[in-house]
């Protein structure tokens, strides 16, 4: 009789695990979740003025908006930092966009967030991060006590009433403007200027008439169409010139020139259209004057 052969049972393979769900708001209505990778950086920066500007990587395309910067401040512990964008939504994700960081009083953080698309690693931003003033240099352009304030200039406080063509946001007095030909700011006062817009004469379109403030030696702000603001208010930021291009038909119809005067006694211009006009070595504006004449007619005598 035939022995009987053993039998050697075979383990089952444990069943496959389900896969994972996945968000039901891909499904729902159309909608689609598109991936990013986002990298979060904490910069600490000493006391002092910095300007944040993003230069965008040569070889990167903008994908609705993608790659975006956010500079803001970390959720605790920055009560001694001030952070004011050019752009009212805060994001730096176009060539230009820049920020203005302030410090004060001892060393400080930033969270720097980068946004990008995951399948797009080699598009991520460049940014530039350049020191403008020292602390230092900063408190000691502050303004004199009241006791010692000079008279008032001869531009006025700002009034829904009156017709301005220009203003400005000037430390520790607020929203002032002025005529074509006047100065705006005050001489001496070591009041300096935190921002400025100016409004296009009858008839020109705002995209003909604009404008950039002064960050640092060959640093500037984006452009801005006439009637927008160009600046900070409230933050102790001041700029360090101007810069104002006619185009269209704004330049066929009008000459432009300007000056402008610096804490410190300094003092530049008149300049031309498109050109820079800022101290040789650059400190804070304190005043300025823009004039606009009709081509055609000579200038009117500068007012002081």
């Given at each position: 009789?035939?022995?009987?052969?053993?039998?050697?049972?075979?383990?089952?393979?444990?069943?496959?695990?389900?896969?994972?769900?996945?968000?039901?708001?891909?499904?729902?209505?159309?909608?689609?979740?598109?991936?990013?990778?986002?990298?979060?950086?904490?910069?600490?920066?000493?006391?002092?003025?910095?300007?944040?500007?993003?230069?965008?990587?040569?070889?990167?395309?903008?994908?609705?908006?993608?790659?975006?910067?956010?500079?803001?401040?970390?959720?605790?512990?920055?009560?001694n930092v001030e952070i004011?964008?050019?752009?009212?939504?805060?994001?730096?994700?176009?060539?230009?966009?820049?920020?203005?960081?302030?410090?004060?009083?001892?060393?400080?953080?930033?969270?720097?967030?980068?946004?990008?698309?995951?399948?797009?690693?080699?598009?991520?931003?460049?940014?530039?991060?350049?020191?403008?003033?020292?602390?230092?240099?900063?408190?000691?352009?502050?303004?004199?006590?009241?006791?010692?304030?000079?008279?008032?200039?001869?531009?006025?406080?700002?009034?829904?009433?009156?017709?301005?063509?220009?203003?400005?946001?000037?430390?520790?007095?607020?929203?002032?403007?002025?005529?074509?030909?006047?100065?705006?700011?005050?001489?001496?006062?070591?009041?300096?200027?935190?921002?400025?817009?100016?409004?296009?004469?009858?008839?020109?379109?705002?995209?003909?008439?604009?404008?950039?403030?002064?960050?640092?030696?060959?640093?500037?702000?984006?452009?801005?169409?006439?009637?927008?603001?160009?600046?900070?208010?409230?933050?102790?930021?001041?700029?360090?010139?101007?810069?104002?291009?006619?185009?269209?038909?704004?330049?066929?119809?009008?000459?432009?020139?300007?000056?402008?005067?610096?804490?410190?006694?300094?003092?530049?211009?008149?300049?031309?259209?498109?050109?820079?006009?800022?101290?040789?070595?650059?400190?804070?504006?304190?005043?300025?004057?823009?004039?606009?004449t009709p081509r055609g007619?000579?200038?009117?005598?500068?007012?002081?």
């Open positions: 009789m035939a022995a009987a052969k053993s039998a050697t049972a075979t383990p089952k393979k444990p069943a496959a695990p389900a896969p994972a769900p996945q968000p039901e708001a891909a499904n729902q209505g159309g909608a689609k979740l598109q991936e990013l990778k986002v990298t979060g950086h904490l910069m600490q920066l000493p006391p002092g003025l910095f300007c944040f500007v993003n230069e965008l990587n040569p070889g990167a395309a903008i994908h609705n908006g993608m790659p975006g910067v956010r500079v803001s401040p970390p959720p605790s512990g920055a009560q004011s964008s050019f752009r009212g939504d805060g994001w730096l994700n176009a060539e230009g966009d820049a920020a203005l960081v302030r410090v004060k009083n001892q060393p400080g953080q930033v969270l720097v967030t980068i946004y990008q698309y995951a399948n797009l690693p080699d598009a991520a931003p460049k940014l530039q991060v350049r020191q403008l003033l020292g602390e230092a240099q900063i408190a000691a352009n502050q303004p004199a006590p009241a006791a010692e304030a000079a008279p008032a200039p001869a531009s006025t406080a700002m009034n829904p009433a009156e017709e301005m063509d220009f203003m400005a946001h000037i430390q520790s007095r607020g929203d002032v403007g002025a005529g074509f030909g006047d100065w705006l700011g005050e001489a001496g006062s070591k009041n300096w200027v935190e921002g400025f817009s100016i409004k296009a004469p009858a008839g020109v379109a705002p995209a003909d008439f604009t404008y950039q403030a002064v960050l640092g030696r060959g640093w500037l702000s984006p452009w801005v169409e006439a009637g927008q603001y160009c600046g900070s208010r409230g933050m102790a930021l001041p700029l360090l010139g101007l810069r104002v291009r006619l185009s269209g038909e704004a330049a066929e119809q009008y000459d432009i020139s300007y000056s402008a005067k610096f804490i410190g006694g300094a003092s530049a211009g008149p300049v031309g259209n498109d050109e820079t006009c800022e101290a040789e070595r650059l400190a804070p504006l304190e005043a300025f004057q823009i004039t606009l007619k000579k200038p009117a005598k500068a007012r002081k």
